[in-house]
């Protein structure tokens, strides 16, 4: 397969609308449609069922779908760290999402900066759902993750730490003064809907949330709960109350970074951050 059969097969699955993905592409639709006919057909299999109203993935487009993102990361993350290598740029790039980690980072980047031979550690505060694709197309070389929300398949990983996690509600609340509450109780009540790793929200009837600042002015206006890390509590404003919630599943944070990567800096990074 070339790069931009794959590039265009991606775009339509991602849209399902052959004229959205063609106007995305800045190409006219009738090349695209012979392009995906022609990877169709070099590859044996059919990717899309089409009606004159509809676009849908076949099982095997959605395979590809999978696997040519992947691939395109590849290619991009390639792209990316061999200019940095021409560059002669040593330092590091590290991606966490804003309000993630917040005890860990600063002592793992005072840790490592007083570390021999360490270079400069770039920090990127991203979005929900953001890091792992940071990694994978190489804006970043190592990243802050957390299970069971980020995925890290194709990654190499150590973990670093396990917590529970708290409900948080505004002052006044009807569970604020509860000494603990189970996740049964919260079924129907307005929690976040994060967007996920394709952009889009889940159904429910919490608000859509972007980030956490946003999520916690929701709460203090009492339009919206949430259940976070214990480690959260320390970024909670006065007029917020914690409540813990001994059923919800445990996060452990991990340090992830791609199994092919053979910079020393990297690897006293990660010695740094296991043995804190």
Not at 125 to 140: K, N, Y
Not at 166 to 180: K, W
Not at 248 to 272: D, E, K, N, Q
Request: aromatic share 4%; hydrophobic share 40%; glycine share 8%.
């Amino acid at each position: 397969m070339e790069a931009r059969e794959l590039r265009y097969f991606v775009t339509v699955a991602e849209e399902l609308h052959f004229g959205r993905a063609a106007d995305r592409l800045g190409i006219a639709q009738p090349p695209l449609s012979r392009a995906i006919g022609q990877l169709e057909r070099r590859l044996g299999v059919e990717l899309f069922t089409r009606t004159s109203r509809s676009v849908a993935l076949t099982e095997a487009g959605a395979v590809l779908l999978r696997e040519g993102r992947a691939a395109l990361d590849a290619l991009e993350a390639a792209e990316r760290r061999t200019r940095r290598a021409a560059t002669g740029t040593s330092n590091l790039v590290l991606v966490t999402k804003a309000g993630a980690s917040s005890e860990l980072l600063p002592k793992l980047l005072d840790a490592y900066a007083a570390e021999p031979g360490a270079v400069p550690v770039d920090v990127i505060l991203c979005g929900v759902a953001e890091q792992e694709r940071h990694l994978r197309d190489g804006r970043a070389d190592v990243a802050l993750l957390h299970l069971p929300f980020d995925s890290t398949v194709g990654f190499d990983t150590e973990e670093l730490s396990t917590e529970g996690q708290l409900l948080i509600v505004p002052a006044g609340h009807p569970l604020s003064g509860r000494t603990s509450v189970s996740m049964t109780e919260l079924a129907g009540l307005p929690m976040p809907r994060w967007p996920g790793r394709d952009g889009t929200y889940p159904p429910g009837p919490g608000p859509e949330v972007r980030d956490n600042a946003q999520l916690l002015q929701l709460i203090a206006l009492d339009r919206a709960i949430a259940v976070l890390p214990e480690s959260c509590r320390s970024l909670l404003p006065y007029d917020l109350r914690t409540v813990p919630v001994p059923d919800a599943p445990r996060v452990t944070t991990v340090i992830a970074w791609p199994p092919h990567s053979r910079s020393r800096a990297l690897a006293a990074l990660i010695r740094t951050a296991t043995r804190l």
